[in-house]
C-alpha cells in the first residue's frame, strides 16, 4: 500500500495506538463494573469468558466502525490527513468493506468473531483455565480489546481514506 509519512503516522498513532489505548481502557472498566462483585470469573456460564469474548468481538469492531468512519472522514476534511488517491492493491483490497459504516461494522465484527476471539478462548482453553480471578480476566480483557482494536480502527480508517475524495476535489 502507498501510504505518504503522513497517513502512516496517521494510521499508527490515532488509529492502531490512540484506538488501542482508548479500548483497553474502556474494557477494562467495563470488565471490572462487571466482574467487580464476582469472586472469579468462570470460562462458561452466564456471565462468563466465552460470553465476554463474543461480546467484545461483536460490539467494539461494531461501535468502533460506526465512531472511527465519522472522526476519520472529519480529520479528511480538516486536512490533518490526505485521502488514498494512489491506485494500489492495497487500497482495493479494502475496498471489498460495504459503504454504510454499520454494515461494514458487523463485517469487520464477523471477522473478529471468525479469528480473535478463537484464538483468545483457544489460548485460555490450552492452559486449562476453567476461571480467572476478576484481576487476571480483567487484565485479558485489556489485552483483548486492545489487540482487536488496534487490527480493526486502521482497516476502518483505511476504507475512509480510499473511498474519500480530497477537500475541494468535487
Same mark, same amino acid.
Not at 99 to 104: A, I, K
Given at each position: 500500500?502507498? *501510504? =505518504?509519512e503522513a497517513q502512516r503516522k496517521y494510521l499508527v498513532h490515532d488509529q492502531i495506538i490512540g484506538s488501542a489505548i482508548f479500548n483497553a $481502557? $474502556?474494557? #477494562?472498566l467495563l470488565a471490572w463494573l462487571t466482574f467487580r462483585h464476582h469472586a472469579s470469573v468462570p470460562m462458561k456460564g452466564d456471565p462468563s469468558i466465552i460470553g465476554d469474548a463474543i461480546g467484545t468481538a461483536v460490539l467494539l469492531p461494531l461501535l468502533t466502525c460506526v465512531i472511527v468512519t465519522p472522526l476519520v472522514r472529519t480529520a479528511l476534511n480538516k486536512g490533518? !490527513?490526505?485521502? $488514498? $488517491?494512489t491506485p494500489s492493491p492495497g487500497r482495493s483490497m479494502v475496498l471489498w468493506l460495504p459503504? *454504510? =459504516?454499520? !454494515?461494514?461494522g458487523l463485517v469487520l465484527a464477523l471477522g473478529a468473531l471468525a479469528t480473535l476471539a478463537p484464538v483468545l478462548l483457544g489460548l485460555l482453553a490450552l492452559a486449562g483455565v476453567e476461571q480467572l480471578s476478576v484481576g487476571a480476566f480483567v487484565a485479558v480483557k485489556t489485552v483483548y480489546a486492545a489487540v482487536m482494536a488496534g487490527v480493526c480502527a486502521p482497516v476502518i480508517a483505511l476504507y475512509v481514506m480510499a473511498t474519500s475524495r #480530497?477537500?475541494?476535489l468535487l
Open positions: 500500500m502507498y *501510504l =505518504s $481502557l $474502556l474494557n #477494562a490533518k !490527513v490526505d485521502p $488514498l $488517491l459503504r *454504510l =459504516s454499520f !454494515v461494514r #480530497a477537500p475541494g
